[in-house]
């Protein structure tokens, strides 16, 4: 059975499948080619008739990481599919006539270089399922959504988001959503994102809400730093560092240019005046703060009262990290020289870091005591000082649950480990059940409905199960236990800001 529903642009088709209307690949912006290539995001040309929403469509262009021993596609989508129409979102909605349905918009992670809005672990039936209209989108990355080159916007990425979320304000009601009750939540790369957003001028009024999974707002440069990354790219493509230069090169011909800079060996500073670099290597295409769209860095536009008026659900795993260093077997064979020059990279004073996690201390692996200090200093501490600094309603929880995957008699298995939450937030368990799938053979199904159902009612009206803990870099609820854990300060803390 078919559903039409009008946009700005023209009708849309869709299809119903099991209760739930799903609409894939409307676009909310023009192609980015031709005068709209690194330009700000423009509005879809209209089109006559009605225009069929049954395929995902293109993505933008990337190259996807594999991780041994994981199904990587599961959790980022197929990789690169080519095709210029590639900023649209796809909908999921019950499959009647209701109307004000509460609004949840995804942003997907990726480390802003890959990803999509069509992995098969955030398909959102069960938030339709469940009353929900749930969003989500794509968004330019890479050199095409987060390099400040001179003579073109920063920003670009975040720039198509705060669009889609314009989109949405305006074009939602036809579909059945309240655009007074819109939901942003996003994992990774898609949680820095909301971050950002909660702090952006340019964002204020377009959600009542969101949720941080596994993301804070530290993952930002100074835009004078990033652009040193500008220069090493253009020598790598041999074209001048500027708006002219990278125009000359094809989107998908800059893929190996940006893996060669992304490597840890490539020679590239991107620490600040204090010596710290806060992306720690994941990648080198973050968000920039300094223009229009991030004119403070994140925490300091919190310290003045930005985002106030947003309701925020904040958290990590307690593992992040293990989705790294576990596969890769870096956790069990990492040596300390190794350990202490990769931290030295990133932050100051890292062997008096690595020390306070046990490193040196009999009986401790190096790699363990690397491990654990990226867990937090990666992820935990910065979405806990993300939070104390917010100054509207908030609450943090942490996902707990341990994926058995790569147990061994003598090691650990992936644990709490980075996108573990994930297919229990949107009860997609079974995208992620098997030889490769990071949940293992039997993930709990129980704890899927519980964390799922908590999604839901907070998208819905902001319940939780949970009262606000203060302050917020000390309790946390966990998730895979239901209880309020006292955390003492992380081991990091006398090391960072």
């Not at 009353?131 to 989108?137: K, T, Y």
């Not at 009750?181 to 969101?210: D, Q």
């Not at 707002?217 to 990354?229: E, F, P, Y």
């Not at 098997?434 to 159902?453: F, K, M, N, T, Y």
Request: charge should be neutral.
């Amino acid at each position: 059975m078919d559903m039409i529903v009008p946009t700005g642009a023209g009708l849309v088709r869709g299809t119903v499948v099991d209760g739930v209307a799903r609409f894939l690949g409307v676009p909310y912006a023009a192609p980015p080619t031709g005068d709209r290539r690194f330009a700000p995001p423009q509005p879809p040309e209209s089109w006559d008739g009605v225009r069929d929403a049954l395929d995902p469509g293109a993505s933008a262009p990337q190259r996807v990481r594999g991780v041994p021993g994981v199904d990587v596609e599961a959790l980022v989508g197929k990789g690169w599919l080519p095709g210029d129409d590639y900023l649209t979102l796809n909908i999921w909605k019950p499959a009647d006539d209701r109307t004000a349905l509460p609004v949840m918009v995804f942003i997907h992670g990726g480390g802003f270089v890959l990803g999509s809005k069509d992995a098969p672990v955030q398909d959102g039936s069960a938030f339709a399922r469940d009353g929900v209209l749930m969003v989500a989108i794509n968004y330019r990355l890479g050199v095409e959504g987060f390099l400040p080159i001179p003579g073109i916007p920063t920003n670009l990425g975040l720039r198509d988001q705060i669009f889609a979320l314009q989109w949405v304000r305006d074009t939602i009601a036809a579909f059945g959503g309240d655009p007074a009750n819109v939901t942003v939540f996003g994992e990774s790369a898609g949680a820095m994102s909301v971050a950002n957003l909660i702090a952006s001028p340019l964002a204020k009024g377009l959600f009542r809400r969101a949720i941080v999974q596994s993301g804070h707002g530290a993952m930002t440069r100074d835009i004078g730093v990033a652009q040193r990354l500008v220069k090493a790219l253009a020598k790598r493509l041999k074209i001048t560092p500027d708006a002219a230069g990278f125009r000359s090169v094809a989107p998908g011909d800059m893929l190996d240019a940006m893996e060669a800079v992304s490597k840890p060996t490539a020679r590239l500073d991107l620490r600040d005046a204090d010596g710290r670099e806060p992306v720690f290597g994941i990648s080198r295409f973050v968000p920039v703060h300094g223009d229009d769209v991030l004119p403070q860095k994140p925490l300091d536009a919190l310290k003045t009262g930005a985002g106030a008026e947003i309701d925020l659900l904040i958290g990590t795993n307690a593992e992040e990290m293990n989705l790294y260093f576990v596969p890769t077997g870096v956790r069990e064979k990492l040596g300390r020289w190794l350990a202490t020059w990769f931290v030295h990279k990133h932050q100051p004073q890292a062997r008096k870091l690595l020390n306070a996690y046990g490193m040196g201390t009999k009986g401790v692996k190096p790699g363990h005591a690397f491990t654990d200090a990226l867990h937090d200093l990666v992820f935990r501490w910065p979405a806990r000082r993300f939070a104390e600094e917010h100054r509207g309603r908030r609450h943090m929880y942490e996902f707990a649950w341990r994926s058995p995957l790569f147990a061994t008699p003598t090691s650990i298995g992936l644990g709490a480990a980075h996108a573990m939450e994930l297919p229990f937030v949107f009860d997609t368990l079974a995208s992620t059940t098997g030889p490769e799938g990071i949940c293992g053979d039997a993930p709990p199904q129980s704890l899927a409905d519980r964390v799922h159902r908590i999604w839901v009612d907070f998208a819905t009206d902001g319940r939780l199960p949970w009262d606000a803990f203060t302050p917020y870099n000390r309790l946390v609820y966990q998730l895979a236990d239901g209880e309020a854990t006292y955390e003492p300060p992380m081991p990091c803390a006398p090391y960072l800001p």
